[in-house]
């Protein structure tokens, strides 16, 4: 064995990889997200505005994935006003702190200071901020957009209904898919119904009030229907490929992985229509080949392709937390700290590097729990997961060996607060 081990490859160490991040580590993403592009990361955003102009504070969730968070978020970010952000842990991924607590009774996310005044429930926050700083294109209440808000919950209840409430067969099943169909078909037509992608004509409150949920259909419905939304609707195809093109969008799009896992405690579980072609998109989605659907070109997710720098951003993102990631793996810091160098390694030269012996489940274990955007973005995910897939299935003793089971009653084995303790300076500003 120890001759072996002599040949193997052997993997960058930690300041060979630090060397390799430096690039992406000096973008402004890394060195001040105040004033570069839309981020999870940021806990200010200036928009060329002096601090002492700041009137708001968003409160959102550690995550970035409360999807009543991302529509304000949004909002601010289109609208470019400039705000400070405070985090809240969700109740499904850890303890919420009790200084936001007694400031929210119910802890309910978000919230939004403005002026020293208080404002709870996003709606009623997208109202003050549209009273307040002017409207993002055609304003909430205009007499056009009441239907269209309308539809949005109808369109949301008709996907609860077919995702969340177990079928007792294919005819149940059928039923709660042309449920949904009927609401999505009305939000085709409506994106058809006046000159450009959005509703309405150009982006609007109303666009931003469907963005979080219509995101979260498309990956669910993906996962666990293996139906792919916007292959069915080139109209709502459309929407996203135009959304993709804003970096505000781009900044708070999560993807099919951290969805399909997160969406289940928020929901009260989601139900698996169990045909081959779901059975086989949601393998794909969990341990990749990604894009989950071939050829290229159509690929549900994302219109956007790869960026040159997503690799150097994934390691540059891993170096922020290292520690903190090897302690909380189930193979701890001395069992995990040469395979993670491997798959790392993997990520930023391209080349084999093979782990130890025992090494899949840790590698799998972290790899199912990346989560965009919080950690980084779409395509950055993809390629950190591919390469530790990738050498997970080079483990010489148990290549196909799983991790620890991604939970379904809640997501604590998200907890933010180790991170939030044990950050890395690297990168400057905590999650």
Known sequence: MAGLASVLPEPLDWAQLTSEAASALATPAFTDPSTGPTSAQALQRLFGHPEGEVRVTLYRDHHAW?????????????????????????????????????LVRGGMLPALELDGRLITESDRILEVLETTFGPLGLGMNAREALPLRQLERQLFRAWCQWLCVPSRGAAEEARGQEGFERFAEHFAIALTADAGPFLLGELGTVDLIFVPYLERMNASLAYFKGYLLRDRYPAIDRWFRHLEQRSTYLGTQSDFHTHAHDLPPQMGGCHASGTPVQRALAERIDAGPWPVVAPPGSDPETSQSEPAD??????????????????????????????????????????????????????????????????????????????????????????????????VQHRRDQDPSPFLAGANPLAGASL
Not at 332 to 361: K, M, Q, V, Y
Not at 362 to 380: F, K, T, W
Request: net charge positive; aromatic share 6%; hydrophobic share 35%.
């Open 66 to 102: 409360c999807p009543y968070c991302q529509k304000v978020w949004l909002w601010l970010e289109e609208r470019r006003v400039p705000y400070r952000i405070r985090k809240v842990t969700m109740f499904c991924y850890g303890q919420k702190e009790p200084w936001y607590t007694d």
């Open 310 to 407: 997503a690799a150097g951003v994934a390691l540059a993102r891993v170096l922020r937390h290292r520690d903190t990631l090897l302690a909380r793996n189930p193979l701890g810091p001395a069992g995990l700290d040469r395979p993670l160098r491997c798959a790392l390694t993997r990520l930023i030269t391209g080349r084999e590097c093979p782990p130890p012996a025992g090494s899949a489940r840790g590698l799998r274990y972290l790899c199912d729990r990346i989560s965009v955007p919080r950690d980084m973005p779409l395509h950055s995910a993809r390629l950190l997961r591919r390469s530790l897939e990738a050498t997970a299935r080079q483990d010489p003793s148990n290549p196909s060996a799983p991790g620890e089971p991604i939970p």
